[in-house]
């Protein structure tokens, strides 16, 4: 589901750009041989006149050359003779992939919450999964069919037509979804636009930050002390994955904010932490591998096993142990608890990132800061800017929505290489495997087109 900061930068052939290590596997299914795949990568990693799959625009060259008197039916349907016949045929198609995406959010949350499971809950939360995945098979089928419906308006393929417009408006035009689901969608696709970002980036701070486990924990680090900063003065009402302690009674003598002893406090956050993790890490196992019990029961168990990973767990523990292990530290050894101790156990607890360097952990914290320092600022400002005010009435989440559901989009065709495996997950399921395979239509005239 993720991938790793650090060692990302993989030096990839220079010549091949778009064509990621799975697009080569695609294209054996064209070829057949794999001496055919030696050849064709051979022919790549020579110059090709009029070829180079660096950079973007190159790309886009590149892409109006192979697509030239292709139309959408060619790319996008060829299975079906008109674009009425290939909606019709998504609306009966994909509505079984977009519940399937949601399963985890049908299973998780309930497993995390455990307890208090009223009859009301049930049916909210029922309800809500199946909201959300109707919302997103609407999505699903408005998306592909404005492919069709801009191939007509402007005659021919276009690059940025393909995929990224047709991302932005679909999300625009979807019935409105509750602003948990979308701020989960937003903020999911915001996460992985963030991720493709600095994958691609040319910047040098970056590449560095992408190749150094250890700038990358840095950055985690003061990510992770301005957030509890911000959480401990109580500026800020927002999710993170650990919160300062609350004392429910008056406060305790010993200096603590936190009831009970240091010792309960701390094994209890390790323990539920740890547990918390295992019970994501199973539920995501058992979604993803759920099926083997009808096919290959046998096989069930060993495939958990190697999908189940301690590194969440792990992480989880040790970053609310040490958070709340240094805290009590701080306010034993300072008489009592103060505001500026969140900090210090924020920053030094982020280490924990090293036993879990992904970029899904670090976008996020990287998203919660921006996010928790804006609404600080907004909370405390006592006299509120003009620009501020202005701001204000921008829709950003709606905005983030809509652009990072079309960045990603277009990434999953044009930069699959760097596009997270959650994207092509979400938009495979979704599109039944259509955009796959309008991803292997395009290599294989990209590779038709290099031997002309
Ligand atoms: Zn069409
Ligand atoms: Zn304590």
């Given at each position: 589901?993720?991938?790793?900061?650090?060692?990302?930068?993989?030096?990839?052939?220079?010549?091949?750009?778009?064509?990621?290590?799975?697009?080569?596997?695609?294209?054996?299914?064209?070829?057949?041989?794999?001496?055919?795949?030696?050849?064709?990568?051979?022919?790549?990693?020579?110059?090709?006149?009029?070829?180079?799959?660096?950079?973007?625009?190159?790309?886009?060259?590149?892409?109006?050359?192979?697509?030239?008197?292709?139309?959408?039916?060619?790319?996008?349907?060829?299975?079906?003779?008109?674009?009425?016949?290939?909606?019709?045929?998504?609306?009966?198609?994909?509505?079984?992939?977009?519940?399937?995406?949601?399963?985890?959010?049908?299973?998780?949350?309930?497993?995390?919450?455990?307890?208090?499971?009223?009859?009301?809950?049930?049916?909210?939360?029922?309800?809500?999964?199946?909201?959300?995945?109707?919302?997103?098979?609407?999505?699903?089928?408005?998306?592909?069919?404005?492919?069709?419906?801009?191939?007509?308006?402007?005659?021919?393929?276009?690059?940025?037509?393909?995929?990224?417009?047709?991302?932005?408006?679909?999300?625009?035009?979807?019935?409105?979804?509750?602003?948990?689901?979308?701020?989960?969608?937003?903020?999911?696709?915001?996460?992985?636009?963030?991720e493709v970002m600095i994958k691609k980036s040319e910047w040098r701070w970056l590449r560095t930050l992408r190749r150094s486990r250890l700038w990358a924990t840095v950055a985690f680090m003061l990510f992770s002390a301005r957030i509890m900063h911000l959480l401990r003065t109580a500026t800020v009402n927002q999710f993170w994955i650990m919160y300062p302690a609350t004392a429910k009674t008056e406060r305790p003598?010993?200096?603590?904010?936190?009831?009970?002893?240091?010792?309960?406090?701390?094994?209890?956050?390790?323990?539920?932490?740890?547990?918390?993790?295992?019970?994501?890490?199973?539920?995501?196992?058992?979604?993803?591998?759920?099926?083997?019990?009808?096919?290959?029961?046998?096989?069930?168990?060993?495939?958990?096993?190697?999908?189940?990973g301690p590194a969440l767990p792990l992480f989880l523990g040790t970053y609310v142990g040490s958070y709340r292990s240094i805290s009590c530290w701080l306010a034993h050894r300072t008489g009592r608890e103060r505001p500026g101790h969140a900090r210090l156990a924020g920053l030094l607890s982020g280490i924990s990132y090293l036993i879990y360097p992904k970029y899904q952990i670090f976008t996020l914290a990287f998203t919660k800061f921006l996010e928790m320092s804006w609404e600080h600022y907004h909370n405390t400002a006592k006299r509120k800017p003009h620009w501020m005010v202005l701001l204000q009435r921008v829709p950003f989440l709606r905005l983030v929505?809509?652009?990072?559901?079309?960045?990603?989009?277009?990434?999953?065709?044009f930069h699959s290489h760097h596009s997270p495996p959650f994207n092509s997950k979400c938009v495979n399921y979704c599109s039944d495997f259509r955009v796959e395979r309008i991803k292997q239509r395009l290599v294989a005239w990209m590779l038709e087109h290099s031997w002309t």
């Open positions: 589901m993720c991938v790793e900061l650090p060692n990302h930068e993989r030096p990839f052939p220079p010549a091949v750009g778009v064509m990621s290590l799975t697009f080569f596997q695609r294209v054996h299914t064209f070829c057949h041989s794999p001496a055919a795949i030696r050849r064709v990568a051979v022919r790549f990693s020579q110059p090709v006149a009029g070829i180079r799959w660096c950079s973007m625009s190159e790309l886009s060259k590149c892409f109006y050359q192979v697509t030239a008197g292709r139309s959408c039916q060619d790319l996008c349907h060829p299975e079906y003779a008109t674009c009425w016949q290939s909606f019709v045929g998504l609306t009966k198609t994909l509505l079984p992939g977009c519940y399937k995406l949601y399963l985890t959010l049908l299973v998780i949350p309930p497993l995390l919450k455990g307890g208090d499971y009223t009859k009301e809950y049930w049916k909210n939360h029922i309800l809500g999964y199946a909201s959300v995945s109707f919302k997103t098979y609407i999505l699903a089928i408005s998306g592909l069919t404005l492919q069709c419906l801009l191939y007509k308006l402007f005659g021919r393929l276009h690059y940025y037509c393909l995929m990224g417009v047709p991302g932005v408006l679909s999300a625009a035009i979807v019935p409105k979804l509750p602003r948990v689901h979308l701020r989960l969608q937003g903020i999911t696709y915001f996460n992985m636009m963030l003598a010993d200096g603590c904010r936190h009831d009970g002893s240091c010792r309960a406090y701390v094994f209890d956050g390790v323990w539920k932490y740890a547990l918390a993790g295992f019970t994501i890490e199973t539920a995501r196992a058992l979604v993803s591998k759920g099926a083997l019990m009808f096919g290959a029961p046998g096989r069930l168990w060993d495939e958990l096993r190697h999908a189940i929505h809509m652009l990072s559901i079309g960045y990603m989009y277009h990434a999953l065709v």
